[in-house]
């Protein structure tokens, strides 16, 4: 083979592909090795909104825009404000991360930023082929999403989809120290979905309708979701949107790792690295990325036991559980969130707890569609 164009190309600029390529550039053991990040977009605008909980410093600490110690739950029957103890619920807006990021590996000679969609990676000749150029390496690190996920008769799969606004309000509503995780007071009809708000001060807040549902809905449907819960339960007469975002993330059981090979890792939502049951995936991203930088230096393949079976099981029956009973969602979540503490919730989404921990959670959850799923996985 040709000496190839460069060492690794990581194909997506997103939060992925950044995190992986800011800890190869931290990192001596890969200095002097040219990597390429080829994405199609600029990355400048602010697209998401990534929030996590830690109950330590952490790497991008100094990218929080807010931080919060305690949590709200609502649903049509219970309120309960958690308080999150040594944890904090942290936000992030993604252009200040991408800004950030790009800023430290432009200071790299290792990095080159290329502006192309790849549309293919051929792992017989190491190449990466896109609409502009074509680009080889030694290994590819891809977070391209394809739609193999949605061709599996096996596999379970909601979307997390939503809309939210950053709104003003002249009246003070919001109460900056405490977030809404999730209030089901207001749902599209037998569904799972809720709203979710990150208070900013009490004249501003990021209000976002979220369904975890196995179909999509229209655009005007989050727009009448959002007004309709400003008006009637927030009781607002007024207000500004002076930002807007929406998303949609595959909440799936998908075995995506079984795309990863030699020469490709898949990365990001593309390598299922989105947190199936929750759609979280800041953190865990970041452990994955330590993960393969633990294995490329112990002379593994980058993808080596990046995945836990036990808790991509748990995912993968409560996936199954909202699949065929949407409207279970409320319910399940109210057990969740009023039966367990706060520290073991985390823990059990960071996939930290043990076994009879796991167990004891389950059992707060249990309803008989867990039976049925239990079997139709097995």
Not at 330 to 352: G, P, S, V
């Amino acid at each position: 083979m040709l000496e190839p164009d460069y060492y690794y190309v990581i194909v997506g600029g997103g939060l992925a592909g950044l995190q992986l390529a800011s800890c190869f550039s931290n990192d001596v053991f890969f200095k002097g090795k040219k990597i390429a990040i080829i994405e199609p977009t600029e990355k400048i605008e602010n697209d998401k909104t990534w929030c996590f909980w830690q109950n330590t410093s952490g790497k991008w600490d100094h990218l929080i825009s807010k931080s919060w110690k305690k949590a709200s739950f609502f649903s049509s029957e219970t309120e309960k404000i958690l308080d999150l103890g040594d944890y904090s619920y942290n936000m992030i807006r993604s252009s200040d991360f991408y800004q950030n990021v790009k800023s430290e590996l432009e200071a790299s000679e290792d990095f080159v930023f290329i502006k192309d969609r790849i549309e293919k990676v051929d792992p017989v000749t190491r190449t990466a082929i896109g609409k502009k150029n074509n680009y080889t390496a030694t290994h590819f690190f891809d977070s391209r999403v394809t739609d193999d996920y949605q061709e599996d008769p096996k596999t379970s799969i909601l979307y997390q989809h939503f809309k939210g606004w950053v709104i003003e309000t002249k009246d003070t509503v919001f109460v900056p120290e405490t977030f809404t995780m999730m209030d089901f007071r207001l749902k599209y009809k037998d569904s799972t979905s809720f709203t979710y708000i990150l208070p900013l001060t009490k004249n501003k807040a990021l209000v976002e309708f979220t369904f975890f549902t196995p179909y999509l809905t229209d655009d005007n449907v989050y727009d009448e979701m959002l007004g309709k819960y400003l008006r009637e339960i927030l009781k607002l007469k007024s207000w500004k949107v002076t930002e807007t975002e929406s998303g949609l993330i595959p909440m799936t059981d998908y075995p995506f790792h079984k795309n990863n090979s030699a020469y490709i890792t898949k990365i990001g939502t593309g390598g299922g690295w989105v947190k199936a049951s929750s759609g979280y995936s800041f953190k865990n991203t970041e452990r994955k990325v330590e993960k393969i930088i633990e294995n490329i230096k112990r002379g593994l393949l980058p993808s080596e036991d990046l995945f836990n079976k036990n808790f991509a099981r748990y995912d993968a029956i409560f996936l199954d559980v909202l699949s065929h009973r949407n409207d279970l969602g409320e319910q399940l979540f109210t057990k969740f969130y009023t039966k367990n503490a706060i520290e073991d919730i985390f823990r059990f989404l960071d996939e930290e707890t043990s076994f009879s921990e796991n167990l004891k959670i389950m059992l707060s959850l249990y309803h008989p569609e867990f039976i049925k799923s239990f079997f139709r996985k097995l």
